[in-house]
């Protein structure tokens, strides 16, 4: 394994970590979190309706040839983590950032493993099996992510509905996650 490897690796470890760690703040209370701020990823005012770079890449790219289209593939890589540091660029994560880039890379993966399929088609697997790569890498986020995010024990009491619903729309988000790792370290 290459020096490249591994720092990049270590990085979506660290930003995997220090991203499940934030959110676990979030939801443990006071005692961890810092102030709540709601942010929405991307550009509110994306011409033609994209919600941010990714979108736009993922919507729009077209195969022109074995090192364009893996190009595509670097990008699309380098923009979900600009969607990560944007949405921890606060040191407060919200669970609907988190959401949004459970979304954003479920996109992000259909268009990689189109990438993947199309340079192979091309002739070009070794350019197809870095493509897979970088793919692994935003998934590698999850695994990091999916190992700090702590749920809290779930609320009780009459008046704590709104508390409730969080701790369940957190639950969802985790429970997805889980599954997403669960499957990626089975293949």
């Known amino acids: 394994m290459g020096f490249g490897k591994t720092f990049t690796r270590a990085i979506v470890r660290e930003v995997g970590r220090n991203y499940g760690k934030a959110i676990s703040n979030s939801l443990l209370g006071d005692k961890h979190s810092t102030p709540i701020r709601v942010v929405t990823l991307g550009s509110s005012s994306a011409p033609r309706n994209y919600k941010h770079k990714l979108d ?10 074995p090192t364009a289209t893996f190009n595509v593939a670097q990008n699309i890589c380098y923009s979900f983590f ?21 979304n954003a890379f479920a996109d992000a993966h259909k268009q990689m493993i189109r990438i993947c399929q199309a340079l192979e088609d091309l ?16 998934m590698e986020f999850f695994v990091e992510l999916n ?3 702590k749920l809290p024990p779930e609320p009780k009491g009459l008046f704590k509905s709104k508390e ?10 985790k429970d997805n996650i889980e599954v997403w790792v669960k499957d990626y370290k089975s293949t």
């Not at 040191?91 to 459970?102: A, D, I, K, R, Y």
């Not at 409730?164 to 988000?173: F, P, Q, R």
């Open 147 to 149: 190992k700090d995010f």
């Open 56 to 65: 736009k890449i993922c919507r729009t790219w077209e195969v022109k040839g």
């Open 123 to 138: 002739g070009k697997k070794d350019l197809s099996e870095k493509a897979d790569e970088l793919d692994n890498r935003m």
């Open 164 to 173: 409730k619903k969080n701790w369940a729309y957190a639950k969802s988000l």
């Open 82 to 102: 600009d969607l990560v540091d944007e949405a921890e660029k606060d040191n407060f994560v919200s669970l609907s950032e988190t959401h949004q880039l459970m």
